[in-house]
């Protein structure tokens, strides 16, 4: 790790306008940013503690929903009795991230902005266009089992690992933004992360200067609520792939079907087709099929990852087995 210079902010104003210093990070719960500096993948000159500025409450919003503060700890989100009540999607895809030490320092703004574990990127001897623009890309040749098959680029197939966004995209939650002038903004979560695209060392549209605030939910909604996490091992794993689901089923017919996936992209997968796909349908392997068509059409493997494609198929029909059968 190289040295750095270390101090604590005091405000929220404080805190943006560090992190508008290319020079300077803002360090929260730390728990993916120094493993990084261990590895020197990130080399800041200075490092500033922004756990004092607030932005750790966990509150009903006016309209029903629930606000989940940026400083918020991923096992205070958790375990939070309305999150377990009306939001249990949320609670077990954290649950299924990480262990409980590192959920007891992660915060939920720092879980947003996770960076990818690609070991070309982790790797400071090895080529990737993420960390080294224009070095190469050593995966997409290479190692790649952990890798994307939908909205990849030329530039870069890594994955977004994180659990908990794909259970905020299919929640539909918002991010709300602020900046060291002042201004606020909000973005949904299905937008807040980037496809590599040409620029792949952009993970999210946080502008220089810009800071989570806090999360929030819209008011729950009725269904059945499932996280599902295939990954290489029972203990903790990133993700083969997810699928986060809240799944309605009345009358004998699919009323409600909001999907989203990890472990295939850049970002948590939300194609708003997929779900529509699926309403007005019965619960039958056909319907399941015409979903993971959908979800399916444009993947594409990279050797090692091929398997992803099936596991997917499989993995969606799963979630809409348990979905029907919690229905029934
Ligand atoms: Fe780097 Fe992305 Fe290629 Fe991994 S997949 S080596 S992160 S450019």
């Given at each position: 790790m190289r040295p750095f210079a270390y101090d604590k902010a005091r405000s929220i104003e404080e805190a943006a306008s560090i992190v508008s210093d290319e020079n300077a990070m803002a360090i929260a719960g730390g728990t993916n940013l120094l493993d990084l500096m261990k590895l020197q993948v990130e080399t800041p000159e200075r490092l500033s503690d922004?756990?004092?500025?607030?932005?750790?409450e966990i509150e009903n919003t006016a309209d029903g929903g629930l606000s989940l503060g940026a400083l918020a700890t991923n096992t205070e989100t958790a375990v939070h009795p309305r999150v377990r009540a009306d939001y249990p999607v949320l609670s077990r895809a954290i649950l299924a991230g990480a262990t409980q030490q590192l959920r007891n320092k992660a915060t939920n703004g720092g879980n947003l902005c996770q960076r990818t574990r690609c070991f070309y990127f982790t790797n400071i001897d090895q080529p990737c266009n993420k960390r080294e623009p224009g070095s190469g890309c050593g995966a997409i040749d290479g190692i790649a089992k952990l890798h994307a098959i939908l909205g990849t680029s030329e530039q870069c197939i890594a994955t977004y690992p994180g659990d908990m966004a794909v259970a905020l995209s299919a929640l539909d939650a918002q991010v709300q933004i602020a900046s060291a002038d002042g201004a606020k903004r909000t973005v949904p979560v299905r937008d807040f992360h980037c496809l590599p695209g040409d620029t792949p060392w952009r993970e999210n549209v946080l502008d220089d200067g810009e800071i989570i605030t806090a999360i929030t939910l819209p008011p729950p909604v009725k269904g059945t609520q499932i996280y599902r996490k295939v990954r290489e091992r029972s203990s903790y794993a990133f993700a083969l792939v997810s699928v986060a689901a809240i799944v309605e089923i009345e009358d004998g017919l699919f009323s409600r079907a909001d999907l989203a996936f990890g472990g295939l992209a850049h970002k948590p997968w939300h194609d708003p087709r997929i779900g529509e796909a699926l309403?007005?349908?019965?619960?039958t392997r056909e319907a399941f099929d015409a979903a993971a068509d959908i979800l399916l059409a444009d993947a594409r493997g990279f050797g090692e990852n091929d398997f992803k494609i099936p596991l997917a198929r499989r993995t969606l029909h799963a979630v809409l087995v348990h979905a029907a059968e919690e229905a029934a």
């Open positions: 922004i756990n004092r500025i607030g932005f750790g309403i007005g349908q019965p619960p």
